[in-house]
């Protein structure tokens, strides 16, 4: 935990300016205990990024375009939920 505190603190600015949104981070809403309703940052899960990379890595750019394909479909159906990716 402290590791990833100090990350965070290398990312915000040392005059307080806005702090750089990691890659793999998305914003969600949390409801609170008394109802209302907060933001929170949620780290999307790696593995999605590791599959692209596989893709690309055996197939070059032709598959590219495919694989984001795929991703953009598996999206619009709401994610996936066990990666943590895309609304879910």
């Given at each position: ?9 290398e ?11 990691a ?9 609170r ?56």
């Open positions: 935990m402290n590791a990833e505190r100090r990350k965070i603190e990312r915000m600015h040392p005059m307080g300016k806005k702090r750089k949104k890659k793999t981070e998305k914003k969600i809403r949390v409801k205990s008394d109802g209302r309703k907060r933001r929170q940052r949620r780290r999307v899960a790696d593995s999605l990024q590791a599959c692209k990379e596989f893709w690309l890595r055996c197939g070059g750019m032709r598959v590219k375009w495919v694989v984001s394909r795929i991703l953009r479909e598996k999206r619009r159906q709401g994610g996936w939920i066990k990666d943590g990716f895309g609304p879910g």
